[in-house]
């Protein structure tokens, strides 16, 4: 009987993304419970922050920081944190849309769904947890480099959501 076995990377980024896109969900829980129908905008300033902030998150830092922890090379490391970001973020905008939660995004004057802004403004802060990490640390996976990535990724992600926060 043959068994097809899935690469380790392409395992743990599909955990990760799974996982991700279910801590992701608690921005839209967050957006629900923070204001009456009808909800329209993100609210401005530190509250728009903190709805944002369980998605960057999820598909910030988590996703990053999970396959790069348990990788056993580089190129395991950096392919699961692709299929990682790339589930999570997919399974994230789907639940979004069908949730309907619609947003109005004055710079662009169009209404967006949550789950978009939510991922537009996690891309910088995964690709730059992954820099962080990558380049930080000597071997490029493993405890260390995870660690680097998350600590890298908060950062950024803190800068990410109070700009956006305060630009929204």
């Not at 993304?17 to 967050?30: E, F, K, P, R, W």
């Not at 947890?129 to 990535?149: D, H």
């Amino acid at each position: 009987m043959l068994r097809r076995i899935l690469p380790p990377w392409m395992r743990r980024g599909f955990e990760a993304g799974v996982i991700g896109a279910m801590l992701a969900v608690g921005t839209l829980v967050a957006f629900q419970l923070s204001r009456p129908e009808p909800r329209l905008q993100l609210p401005h300033g530190l509250d728009s922050s903190l709805i944002l902030t369980p998605a960057v998150v999820a598909l910030g830092i988590f996703v990053v920081s999970y396959p790069t922890f348990l990788a056993a090379t580089r190129e395991d490391a950096v392919l699961g944190v692709f299929a990682a970001f790339l589930i999570a973020a997919d399974m994230f905008m789907l639940v979004s849309l069908v949730a309907r939660d619609d947003v109005l995004v004055h710079s662009l004057g169009r209404n967006l769904p949550l789950g978009v802004i939510a991922a537009a403004i996690s891309v910088p802060v995964a690709l730059g947890g992954l820099l962080v990490g990558q380049l930080a640390a000597p071997l490029g996976f493993g405890r260390s480099t995870g660690l680097r990535s998350a600590l890298g990724g908060a950062a950024l992600g803190l800068v990410a959501v109070v700009v956006v926060a305060y630009s929204v």
